[in-house]
């Protein structure tokens, strides 16, 4: 146990990005880790703690108002305050404003959208005690917009704007609230996006991304690691991380 690192947060740590990001940090925090999955979030324990990470590894909701604050509280009693959260759990979710019924619209909403205010007010005590971070992160989909998701794109455009006001409320205190937009990135969630999508809309993508490739999760977990450990000025920054893809648009090879 290395209980004198300092304490990070990250939710769906049993997802791709959220596990990339746990080991990232695995190096040089304790860790909280929390997932709505167990098996999924157990496996990412797993893998951080051989790195040298205390781990506190719990399940809950993100979206469920008082479940993150008991992760965090019952993280905190070994691990001490958390200095950095990063905000990773999501859920995708399709269909247009006349496809989507409200159930699913209020899904993402509550998810995406209200899971990551969730997270933030769980830490955020924390985070003005140490001068901590909180990174989130949102999508090519919070700045943009694209087809057949009305319901995410609407959720990540309020996470950026969770982000903005974080960083207008709380830079005073000295916490730096930054948020990460990637495109696609090689997980479990693109791979069911695009295994439910029509034939031809991963080359597509592709071809649109003038770096030629989709990232990794662990090209996500350099820019978080960045966030937390490396720009101690960025404050309300929101990070395009798609390969170029939205600076432009150029026909494609
Ligand atoms: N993969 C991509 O192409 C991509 C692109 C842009 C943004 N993102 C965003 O990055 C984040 C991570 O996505 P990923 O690709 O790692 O997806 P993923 O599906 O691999 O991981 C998401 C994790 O969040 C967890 N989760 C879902 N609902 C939850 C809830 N209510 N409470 C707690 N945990 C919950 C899941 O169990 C899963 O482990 C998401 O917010 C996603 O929207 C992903």
Not at 166 to 189: F, I, K, L, Q, W
């Amino acid at each position: 146990m290395t209980t004198s690192r300092p304490a990070a947060l990250v939710t769906g740590a049993g997802g791709g990005i959220g596990r990339a990001v746990a080991v990232e940090l695995a190096a040089t925090h304790n860790l909280i880790l929390t997932d709505i999955f167990e098996a999924s979030l157990r496996e990412t324990q797993a893998l951080t703690t051989p790195v040298g990470a205390a781990v506190h590894a719990q399940v809950a909701d993100i979206a469920r108002p008082g479940e993150l604050d008991r992760v965090v509280t019952a993280g905190e009693k070994t691990l001490g305050t958390v200095s950095a959260a990063v905000a990773c759990a999501g859920i995708e979710g399709a269909g247009t404003v006349e496809t989507s019924d409200i159930e699913n619209w209020q899904r993402s909403l509550n998810v995406n959208l209200t899971g990551t205010f969730l997270t933030a007010r769980a830490v955020i005590a924390s985070l003005k005690a140490t001068a901590g971070s909180f990174t989130a992160i949102a999508s090519d989909a919070g700045t943009n917009g694209f087809e057949d998701c009305a319901g995410y794109i609407a959720a990540k455009h309020g996470v950026i704007g969770v982000v903005r006001a974080m960083a207008v409320d709380h830079g005073r205190d000295g916490v730096r609230s930054n948020v990460v937009c990637p495109g696609y990135v090689e997980t479990p969630m693109a791979r069911r996006i695009l295994a439910d999508s029509p034939e031809g809309t991963e080359d597509f993508y592709r071809s649109v991304i003038p770096l030629g490739r989709f990232a990794t999760p662990q090209d996500v977990a350099a820019v978080v690691r960045h966030f937390v450990a490396g720009s101690t000025y960025a404050n309300g920054v929101v990070y395009a991380l798609d390969g170029g893809s939205t600076v432009g648009s150029y026909r494609g090879a």
